[in-house]
């Protein structure tokens, strides 16, 4: 979640006051930086989500039929649907009340056009992101898993071979950038179901020595996505890296949960890292308003600290603060907005 984080604080704002203030443009070396941090290293934040997700649901419904499969997505109205719709009704309300009082534009800079003068279809596509992104965007995410769970029936029944030359329909269609489906998106059908093939042949896929291999050449690749860029061929070389990317995650992921204090650790951060990834927007965007209103033309090294050291010290700190609260006065109300990750 903190990648997704990273992702978003690379994006230009438009100041209070008005003017877009960009990131990029200040000077190659700076530029490079942010890239890689932002839209390489970052960006494996997304197939991860979607590769584990996957993993965990259909390594619970596949093979238990229909009423197994009812069962699991019954589970995910809580920990998906609900949470979805709080936070998107949420969102939309903040915005609403930003219009209302002059903090939020209505004109052209709108991204989401004049609330109050909306008809209802429109403010629903608002809220869940029909044909568009919700207006809490980062929820696509959320979205486009609910679609890929609600879509799932038919792999609880495939054969392994089937679903295998699903998996590489999928995958070449994803890789070549062919889009079968809008929304949800490629990336997250492919990844799902990847994740989802990957817990049913988990006994099988083991990569022992050979993980340190394919470590080395997700790393090779990020630094190869990173100098190329600018080629025709950038496309293609960050999607071998994501691909990589997650395999070596997965690997890595098997041999962290050989450590019991670790592997603990890491599931004790999930109600946390759901409430960052929550209120990391709009909270970011006016965090990032706010300081390059003050600093907007600061010089390039204070400009990366900007970007990403503030507005997420902040934020992470913020959540963290929320979650002991939360936890502590309103428990109830945690385990809804959360999805019951407490």
């Given at each position: 979640?903190?990648?997704?984080?990273?992702?978003?604080?690379?994006?230009?704002?438009?100041?209070?006051?008005?003017?877009?203030?960009?990131?990029?443009?200040?000077?190659?070396?700076?530029?490079?930086?942010?890239?890689?941090?932002?839209?390489?290293?970052?960006?494996?934040?997304?197939?991860?989500?979607?590769?584990?997700?996957?993993?965990?649901?259909?390594?619970?419904?596949?093979?238990?039929?229909?009423?197994?499969?009812?069962?699991?997505?019954?589970?995910?109205?809580?920990?998906?649907?609900?949470?979805?719709?709080?936070?998107?009704?949420?969102?939309?309300?903040?915005?609403?009340?930003?219009?209302?009082?002059?903090?939020?534009?209505?004109?052209?800079?709108?991204?989401?056009?004049?609330?109050s003068s909306l008809?209802?279809?429109?403010?629903?596509?608002?809220?869940?992101?029909?044909?568009?992104?919700?207006?809490?965007?980062?929820?696509?995410?959320?979205?486009?898993?609910?679609?890929?769970?609600?879509?799932?029936?038919?792999?609880?029944?495939?054969?392994?071979?089937?679903?295998?030359?699903?998996?590489?329909?999928?995958?070449?269609?994803?890789?070549?950038?062919?889009?079968?489906?809008?929304?949800?998106?490629?990336?997250?059908?492919?990844?799902?179901?990847?994740?989802?093939?990957?817990?049913?042949?988990?006994?099988?896929?083991?990569?022992?020595?050979?993980?340190?291999?394919?470590?080395?050449?997700?790393?090779?690749?990020?630094?190869?996505?990173?100098?190329?860029?600018?080629?025709?061929?950038?496309?293609?070389?960050?999607?071998?890296?994501?691909?990589?990317?997650?395999?070596?995650?997965?690997?890595?992921?098997?041999?962290?949960?050989?450590?019991?204090?670790?592997?603990?650790?890491?599931?004790?951060?999930?109600?946390?890292?759901?409430?960052?990834?929550?209120?990391?927007?709009?909270?970011?965007?006016?965090?990032?308003?706010?300081?390059?209103?003050?600093?907007?033309?600061?010089?390039?090294?204070?400009?990366?600290?900007?970007?990403?050291?503030?507005?997420?010290?902040?934020?992470?700190?913020?959540?963290?603060?929320?979650y002991r609260l939360?936890?502590?006065?309103?428990?109830?109300?945690?385990?809804?907005?959360?999805?019951?990750?407490?």
């Amino acid at each position: 979640m903190v990648g997704v984080v990273l992702v978003h604080a690379y994006d230009p704002v438009n100041r209070y006051g008005g003017g877009l203030s960009s990131l990029q443009g200040r000077s190659e070396v700076s530029d490079a930086v942010m890239y890689f941090i932002s839209q390489v290293v970052s960006r494996l934040s997304v197939p991860a989500f979607f590769v584990f997700a996957g993993y965990f649901f259909v390594r619970a419904s596949y093979g238990c039929g229909f009423h197994g499969w009812i069962a699991q997505v019954r589970k995910r109205v809580r920990t998906l649907v609900l949470p979805f719709l709080f936070w998107g009704l949420m969102v939309l309300i903040v915005f609403y009340l930003g219009q209302q009082t002059g903090v939020v534009p209505i004109g052209p800079q709108s991204r989401v056009g004049e609330i109050s003068s909306l008809p209802w279809t429109s403010l629903v596509d608002l809220w869940v992101g029909v044909t568009r992104s919700p207006i809490a965007y980062q929820f696509w995410f959320m979205r486009d898993l609910i679609l890929c769970v609600f879509l799932s029936l038919p792999l609880v029944f495939l054969s392994e071979a089937v679903y295998f030359l699903f998996i590489l329909i999928l995958g070449v269609a994803w890789f070549f950038g062919v889009s079968i489906v809008d929304i949800p998106s490629m990336a997250a059908v492919f990844f799902f179901c990847l994740g989802g093939y990957i817990s049913i042949e988990g006994a099988r896929i083991r990569f022992g020595d050979a993980g340190w291999v394919m470590l080395l050449a997700t790393l090779a690749l990020m630094v190869m996505d990173l100098a190329f860029r600018y080629s025709a061929w950038n496309d293609y070389i960050h999607r071998l890296f994501l691909l990589l990317g997650v395999m070596s995650l997965y690997s890595a992921s098997n041999w962290i949960l050989q450590f019991k204090r670790p592997s603990k650790w890491l599931l004790r951060q999930a109600p946390t890292g759901f409430l960052l990834f929550a209120l990391h927007e709009p909270a970011l965007l006016a965090l990032k308003k706010f300081f390059f209103g003050i600093w907007g033309s600061a010089p390039e090294p204070w400009m990366i600290l900007l970007t990403y050291s503030f507005p997420v010290l902040v934020i992470l700190i913020g959540v963290d603060l929320a979650y002991r609260l939360l936890s502590q006065r309103a428990p109830r109300l945690l385990a809804f907005v959360t999805g019951g990750r407490t």
